[in-house]
């Protein structure tokens, strides 16, 4: 795998959601014309209608139809559309019909639409595990 | 079996466009060591409305790493590293550890690098730290720059082909 894979951090990776402002004033959007080769961490909302190359660390992530996630991300929840390698750690995972996952998927909740296509394990987890999760497991496979 | 007792609660898996039902229930019936999901975000189909418009980087987002577009980019976070743009506006508040390439870079916030564009505004609230290699420049009082102001080659195209690194 490409991603880059930052310095072991010790805090927590699953970041609480911020207080102040509504969702919308802190959501970024990446659009369709954007490449990012590194590593995210948002404590709002992040749509991704690019294409990323890194790790991300998000309060909810959306990667919208054109989008193309390849590295791994760790959100309360995930929200697909589009295409993504990688593996996810989220809470609450959405495949729409669109969606096209590689990789695997750590999972409380998952919602997979008709149509999805997907390649993945989904190792359920309780909340606790994606609360205290500080290190991503090593191994891919 | 708890598993499928929780799906039978939802059974619309062909409507993703509310799972927040999906993730309150389930989540209000496990012990919880934190507050429930976070506020939910009433915008999912928000995405495909915004895909053509410029990229945000918002107050809440922090990037590592390289961001290149051939569109416009609002930066109103935190990057460190380079930006490649059309039309770069680091707005205040922001800040930038990077060289910022564009056309247009327009500047409210904090640049620690370079900005190399044709056209470069300061604002009164710019912090500059670093070189503006320029066409065009437009620094409003208050803005603070330090480094070197140079105009750049007469060739067309800003270069994102020379990377400092």
């Given at each position: 795998?490409?991603?880059?894979?930052?310095?072991?951090?010790?805090?927590?990776?699953?970041?609480?959601?911020?207080?102040?402002?509504?969702?919308?004033?802190?959501?970024?959007?990446?659009?369709?014309?954007?490449?990012?080769?590194?590593?995210?961490?948002?404590?709002?909302?992040?749509?991704?209608?690019?294409?990323?190359?890194?790790?991300?660390?998000?309060?909810?992530?959306?990667?919208?139809?054109?989008?193309?996630?390849?590295?791994?991300?760790?959100?309360?929840?995930?929200?697909?559309?589009?295409?993504?390698?990688?593996?996810?750690?989220?809470?609450?995972?959405?495949?729409?019909?669109?969606?096209?996952?590689?990789?695997?998927?750590?999972?409380?909740?998952?919602?997979?639409?008709?149509?999805?296509?997907?390649?993945?394990?989904?190792?359920?987890?309780?909340?606790?595990?994606?609360?205290?999760?500080?290190?991503?497991?090593?191994?891919?496979q | 079996m708890s598993m499928f007792n929780r799906n039978d609660k939802e059974t619309d898996v062909s409507a993703p466009d509310k799972?927040?039902?999906?993730?309150?229930?389930?989540?209000?019936?496990?012990?919880?060591?934190?507050?429930?999901?976070?506020?939910?975000?009433?915008?999912?189909?928000?995405?495909?409305?915004?895909?053509?418009?410029?990229?945000?980087?918002?107050?809440?987002?922090?990037?590592?790493?390289?961001?290149?577009?051939?569109?416009?980019?609002?930066?109103?976070?935190?990057?460190e590293g380079d930006i490649h743009g059309v039309s770069v506006t680091v707005g205040h508040g922001a800040k930038v550890k990077g060289?910022?390439?564009?056309?247009?870079?327009?500047?409210?916030?904090?640049?620690?690098?370079?900005?190399?564009?044709?056209?470069?505004?300061?604002t009164s609230t710019a912090h500059m730290a670093g070189d503006v290699i320029h066409q065009d420049i437009r620094i409003e009082s208050?803005?603070?720059?330090?480094?070197?102001?140079?105009?750049?080659?007469?060739?067309?195209?800003?270069?994102?082909?020379?990377?400092?690194?």
């Amino acid at each position: 795998m490409g991603t880059v894979m930052s310095a072991a951090p010790s805090r927590r990776l699953l970041r609480p959601p911020r207080a102040e402002g509504g969702p919308g004033a802190l959501a970024s959007h990446l659009s369709k014309a954007i490449t990012i080769k590194g590593d995210l961490e948002s404590d709002g909302e992040l749509h991704i209608n690019g294409k990323v190359q890194g790790q991300i660390c998000a309060d909810r992530l959306v990667i919208g139809p054109g989008g193309y996630l390849e590295g791994d991300v760790i959100a309360r929840d995930v929200h697909i559309e589009g295409r993504m390698e990688g593996r996810i750690f989220a809470l609450n995972v959405t495949l729409d019909s669109t969606a096209e996952v590689n990789g695997r998927i750590f999972h409380n909740t998952i919602t997979v639409a008709k149509g999805a296509r997907i390649d993945a394990r989904m190792p359920w987890r309780p909340p606790s595990y994606f609360e205290t999760l500080e290190t991503l497991p090593e191994a891919r496979q | 079996m708890s598993m499928f007792n929780r799906n039978d609660k939802e059974t619309d898996v062909s409507a993703p466009d509310k799972p927040r039902d999906v993730t309150s229930a389930s989540v209000a019936a496990m012990p919880k060591p934190i507050q429930p999901v976070a506020a939910p975000a009433p915008t999912p189909d928000l995405s495909s409305a915004k895909s053509a418009g410029p990229s945000v980087i918002s107050k809440a987002l922090k990037i590592t790493g390289q961001l290149e577009s051939t569109e416009d980019i609002r930066i109103d976070g935190e990057v460190e590293g380079d930006i490649h743009g059309v039309s770069v506006t680091v707005g205040h508040g922001a800040k930038v550890k990077g060289s910022v390439y564009g056309q247009t870079v327009e500047l409210a916030g904090t640049i620690e690098g370079k900005i190399e564009a044709k056209k470069v505004i300061l604002t009164s609230t710019a912090h500059m730290a670093g070189d503006v290699i320029h066409q065009d420049i437009r620094i409003e009082s208050g803005a603070y720059i330090d480094g070197h102001c140079r105009p750049g080659t007469n060739k067309t195209d800003y270069k994102p082909a020379v990377k400092p690194n």
